[in-house]
């Protein structure tokens, strides 16, 4: 029996690392695997548990077809490592940190994915992106826009959220709440399957 990939994404500053760590443990309890990312930023970072490595780095990891899926946004390069294939193929669901702008390629590598969107308001996206430091202010408008570039003003469309088969997940609101939310998704998926 295979296991499902399950593809989270949504804007940097959504609170998906948020999540990611609190539901781990209820998540691992199912069988769950979590996959570590790979990206060229400071392992220094604060947020994502994340192996850091530099452009060259990953370049070469690339070339020697270490990632099962990898993609480049704002100006970084990212890869899921390979072993994610090991635990689906021996049936267990693996939850990764995945990118909107990469999904169609990633639908193609697994057909099954369950694509969950994690949207939050963008005023709360904004403060949160501000509090990280991570960035300038410019650059955190052009993640903001490029958040509205993938789902509207307002967030996704029903009609585009069903034609691409995304769930979504709104995290505007108190975490545990958004842990309970994603358990449930994830429950009512696997009555489907």
Same mark, same amino acid.
């Given at each position: 029996?295979?296991?499902? +990939? @399950?593809?989270?994404? &949504? ?8 999540? +990611?760590?609190?539901?781990? /443990?209820?998540? =691992? ?11 060229? !930023?400071?392992? =220094? ?11 060259? =780095? ?5 070339? =020697? ?14 890869? @899921? ?6 635990? +689906? ?5 693996v939850l990764i940190n995945g990118s909107r ?12 994915? +369950? /694509? @969950? ?10 403060q949160r992106l501000l509090a990280r430091r991570r960035e300038?202010?410019?650059? @955190?408008?052009? !993640?903001?826009? !490029?958040?509205?570039?993938?789902? &509207? ?5 029903? /009609? ?13 609101? #108190?975490? #545990? ?12 998926? !696997?009555?489907?399957?």
């Amino acid at each position: 029996m295979q296991g499902r +990939l @399950i593809y989270l994404m &949504g804007p940097s500053g959504s609170g998906k690392d948020s999540l +990611l760590q609190a539901a781990r /443990a209820p998540l =691992e309890a199912h069988g769950c695997r979590f996959a570590r990312r790979v990206i060229t !930023r400071s392992a =220094e970072s604060v947020g994502e548990d994340a192996l850091g490595v530099t452009p060259a =780095e990953f370049e070469r990891l690339e070339g =020697e077809c270490a990632f099962a899926l990898s993609w480049r946004a704002n100006g970084l390069a990212y890869g @899921i490592p390979r072993e994610i294939d090991d635990w +689906l193929s021996t049936g267990q669901d693996v939850l990764i940190n995945g990118s909107r702008g990469h999904l169609e390629a990633a639908r193609q590598r697994y057909p099954d994915l +369950l /694509a @969950i969107l994690l949207q939050v308001d963008e005023a709360v996206l904004r403060q949160r992106l501000l509090a990280r430091r991570r960035e300038t202010p410019e650059q @955190i408008e052009q !993640r903001l826009a !490029r958040s509205r570039s993938f789902t &509207g003003v307002g967030g996704a469309s029903a /009609a585009t959220v069903a034609q691409e088969h995304i769930c979504v997940l709104d995290n505007s609101g #108190p975490l #545990p709440h958004t842990v309970k939310r994603l358990l449930q998704l994830l429950d009512e998926a !696997r009555q489907c399957a």
